[in-house]
């Protein structure tokens, strides 16, 4: 296809604003799913089939749209001088922990759609993305979905699109992804608005990977735009942030089934297979050339993923240990981000430290082990990565709470992020209160509408690890809508508070605080242990110190236990049960030094937080 006739876009949108209903109605309309085969959310049925290893998920569709808009005679009536296009819709991802995933989906695409619940409005996730989508000088196509609904105020909302990126509000289209009005009217939009793809069909080859999934059969399925010259199958292929090669083994396009073409020219959006096996050697955001006549200069943009949020997991039975190791290779086949090395802990034996991109990528992934390999674990606090200097100048850094230096520290720097926060502005007052509580500065204040704000905080990325979504909602009634990215470390008061169990410290709850919070999760975490942590022969003190200072103590009581004393010496088969069940017992006891910890002590200490 010639690049005239290409049009990439993407949709914008926060969840439930309605995405795949959309995405539905295109595939209709432009007749590449034909009434008989269509189902509900189409391509996201095909994303569960993907999870199961069947088919390969439609990151990218082709779809052909006649329109004469865009061509030399739009002016002309409808009908005439009409040409067919070629619209690929990208698919981005939906969440903070992915921006960077987002940010290169958006690189692939000239235009995108902003697609906002008509009674609901902007979200701040979509507001995030709407902002990455700008600053890559996408062209943007508002438009307010749902107005079927009776709730809908397209009006209101209108309103504020407009206002957000300076159009006027009567440009703001109105649609119904379930009926389907306004959807051909959004499809000659987009032909008519967004720029073709330029590029350079004579220079070296250069595409950018912007999606790349394990798939069971096939190996690794790469997505990419192309941007200069040309990729055909057989060719090989170079990976230009490692020099890998690989041989083209299948190029094609999804629409929206996999169709095998003789190659992808400029502008062109398409998949490709090389049979590598895991996505760490076709990586999102790398450029992908010609090894015969290489680019000279990446495109730009390659980042590393890199790891946010740390936790230990662990399996409950600790006989799982090979099946965890064995579960965790294997997820890593499809994920580029999951990092994880070995660990032990004196309360929970052998595990793993895992490296994530964030709290719902932790979840995902401890779901996934728990679900696809059946395991159960434990999982230690979330915990982010901090920096310590010492006296001496040498640097420290810290991914696990129980590696916090001893020593004289001279400063500590923690990751903080940068927070969009949209409520409605009567509660403001509450959120302020919480991000102040959590060690926020705020950075600016914005009125979308009359009664609806949005507030920008610079946060510490630890304090929003630990339950400040929920937080945040609970004193909203809901209605808050929370974004966040990276933005560098930042220097801070932060101290490791270890609890020490007859004076031999228990790893898993160590924890790095900031100074004004160190007492209070001392005390927390004392009291708790006190509580989960049967009675010992001899008397059991529970510590929380700070180096050698100790800031809060709790005391388990001393008790004789012994089980056969019950048995008065009479009915000797009973004796063996009770000892056999003793024995049982035992092997799930931690030793930390001379006391004797029930596994699931230390597990319900740590869970029920
Ligand atoms: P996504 O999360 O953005 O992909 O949203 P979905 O397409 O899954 O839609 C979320 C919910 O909104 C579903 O229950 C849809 O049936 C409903 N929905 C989507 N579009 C419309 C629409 O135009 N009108 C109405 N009334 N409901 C819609
Ligand atoms: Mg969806």
């Known amino acids: 296809t010639p690049p005239e006739l290409i049009r990439n876009f993407c949709i914008i949108a926060h969840i439930d604003h309605g ?33 199961r290893g069947i088919t390969i998920k439609s990151q990218a569709v082709r779809m052909p749209w006649e329109s004469v808009a865009g061509t030399a005679d739009a002016a002309g009536p409808r009908g005439k001088e009409s040409q067919t296009f070629c619209l690929n819709m990208i698919d981005t991802p939906g969440h903070v922990d992915f921006t960077y995933e987002v940010s290169r989906s958006l690189a692939a695409c000239e235009g995108a759609v902003l697609l906002v619940d008509a009674a609901q409005g902007i979200e701040a996730q979509t507001l995030a993305n709407l902002y990455l989508a700008m600053e890559n000088d996408l062209e943007i196509i508002p438009v307010l979905n749902k107005i079927d609904l009776p709730a809908a105020q397209p009006e209101k909302y209108a309103g504020e699109i407009a206002g957000l990126i300076g159009c006027d509000p009567e440009d703001v ?23 073709p793809p330029v590029g350079d069909p004579d220079a070296p080859a250069r595409a950018m990977i ?29 990976m230009m942030s490692t020099k890998a090669t690989h041989e083209l083994l299948e190029i094609g396009v999804i629409s929206p089934e996999p169709v095998v073409s003789d190659g992808l020219g400029v502008g062109e959006v398409g998949y490709l297979i090389t049979g590598v096996k895991d996505v760490r050697q076709s990586r999102v955001g790398d450029t992908i050339t010609n090894l015969r006549k290489p680019a000279e200069r990446a495109l730009g943009g390659y980042r590393d993923p890199r790891p946010m949020v740390f936790s230990g997991l662990y399996p409950i039975d600790g006989s799982d240990y090979p099946v965890l190791r064995d579960a965790l290779d294997k997820l890593k086949l499809n994920d580029a981000a999951l990092v994880y090395e070995p660990e032990t802990s004196v309360a929970l034996g052998f595990g793993f430290r895992v490296g994530f991109l964030g709290m719902l990528h932790l979840e995902i992934v401890r779901e996934r082990l728990e679900r696809e390999f059946d395991l159960d674990l434990i999982s230690t606090l979330p915990n982010v ?16 709470p129980s590696e916090f230096p001893t020593g004289k520290i001279r400063s500590v720097t923690e990751p903080v992020v940068r927070a969009t926060i949209l409520v409605p502005s009567e509660f403001i007052g509450a959120v302020m209160e919480l991000c102040q509580s959590r060690r926020g500065a705020l950075r600016g204040m914005d009125y979308l509408s009359e009664d609806r704000v949005e507030m920008r905080y610079t946060l510490p990325l630890a304090e929003i690890v630990f339950d400040f979504f ?43 605080v900031h100074k004004d919070a160190a007492y209070a999760y001392g005390v927390r975490m004392a009291s708790k242990l006190r509580e989960l942590i049967p009675r010992q022969q001899f008397e059991v003190p529970v510590q929380a110190a700070i180096g050698s200072r100790v800031i809060a103590r709790e005391t388990i009581r001393a008790i004789r236990k012994d089980v056969l004393a019950k048995c008065y010496g009479g009915d000797i088969s009973r004796k063996r049960k009770l000892l056999e069940k003793q024995k049982e017992g035992k092997k799930r006891m931690k030793m930390v030094g001379r006391v004797e910890v029930p596994q699931e002590a230390f597990i319900a200490a740590l869970s029920n937080e």
């Not at 995405?19 to 209709?28: E, F, G, N, Y």
């Not at 990565?385 to 696990?400: F, K, P, Q, R």
Request: hydrophobic share 35%; proline share 2%.
């Open 19 to 51: 995405k795949s209903t959309l995405a539905d109605r295109m595939l209709q309309l432009t007749g590449i799913v034909d009434e008989r085969a269509m189902r509900a959310q189409y391509l996201d049925r095909m994303d569960i089939e993907r999870e």
């Open 210 to 238: 912007f999606d790349s999934v394990y798939d069971t059969y096939r190996g690794v399925v790469t997505y990419v735009r192309v941007i200069d010259g040309n990729l055909n199958p057989r060719e090989r292929i170079v």
């Open 470 to 512: 929920d937080q945040l909602k609970s004193k909203t009634r809901g209605y808050a809508s929370l974004d966040y990215e990276p933005d560098g470390d930042q220097d801070a008061d932060l101290v490791k508070v270890d609890i020490l169990l007859q004076g031999d410290q228990v790893d898993a709850f160590s924890s790095i």
């Open 385 to 400: 990565e901090y920096e310590v200097t010492m006296e001496d100048g040498t640097l420290v850094e810290v991914t696990n």
């Open 173 to 195: 289209l109105k649609v119904s992804g379930k009926t389907g009005e306004g959807v051909e009217a959004l499809l000659d939009r987009i032909v008519e608005v967004i720029p």
